[in-house]
């Protein structure tokens, strides 16, 4: 149990463009959802905290405008990378939880380039 | 500030030997630690976390709180245990991860 996907695995897109990323809990209910932000060779870092029905928190320096969080229910939760430019090109990971501080269990990540 | 800190991007041992990843942190409260792992095209998933005192796949990881570490340990190391590995500090259900450490395990 406790499977958590992704979709796309990985998207190319033209700078300008938004980009939607999926995010679903298979088999449990995730109260909360965590994207995370990997560059090659690097760790992960967090990028925002979602509960569902609320408002994403997201990370210092992470800008809300430009990553559009969205958990409208206990299995999804979506990221959206708007007006993507080249320095978006990243793995974007999300993990989820039955509560906040509950063991995360995390998708496959999404490759995004954009060119 | 909250930092987790894995000094080594490669350890690589032979199989048999034993194996200790490194990772220290920086946290003002009660800590909570975790160890995740990433085999090759696999995603991250737990290890073990200190709260647990449990050994997964052998390995084992004590939380020294007077050295503000969390070093994870195998007396014997399998080839099957390459991988990555990430150390990771919880702070109210958000993960703060160290930079990870490959482990390369020859036969």
């Known amino acids: 149990g406790a499977v958590v996907s992704q979709h796309p695995s990985r998207v190319i897109c033209k700078s300008g463009t938004s980009v939607k990323i999926e995010c679903r809990s298979l088999d449990f209910q995730a109260t909360t959802m965590f994207w995370y932000r990997q560059f090659p060779k690097q760790s992960l870092m967090l990028m925002a905290t979602?509960?569902?029905?609320?408002?994403?928190?997201?990370e210092q320096g992470v800008e809300k405008d430009k990553f559009l969080i969205n958990h409208a229910s206990l299995t999804l939760s979506t990221l959206t990378v708007t007006s993507a430019h080249p320095e978006d090109s990243s793995f974007y990971i999300c993990s989820a939880s039955r509560g906040a501080s509950d063991t995360q269990y995390f998708g496959p990540g999404t490759r995004l380039t954009v060119l | 500030a909250q930092r987790v800190t894995q000094p080594e991007k490669l350890l690589s041992v032979f199989k048999g030997a034993p194996v200790e990843l490194k990772c220290n942190y920086s946290y003002s409260g009660s800590p909570e630690l975790f160890w995740y792992v990433q085999y090759s095209r696999q995603r991250l998933q737990l290890l073990l976390r200190?709260?647990s005192r449990e050994s997964i796949k052998g390995f084992t990881a004590d939380l020294n709180k007077g050295e503000t570490s969390f070093h994870l340990k195998k007396p014997f190391a399998q080839e099957e245990d390459s991988a990555m590995y990430y150390c990771?500090?919880?702070?109210?259900?958000?993960?703060?991860f160290g930079q990870g450490t490959t482990l390369q395990v020859k036969p």
């Open positions: 979602s509960n569902e029905g609320s408002k994403a928190t997201y």
């Open positions: 200190h709260i």
């Open positions: 990771a500090l919880g702070n109210t259900g958000k993960l703060i």
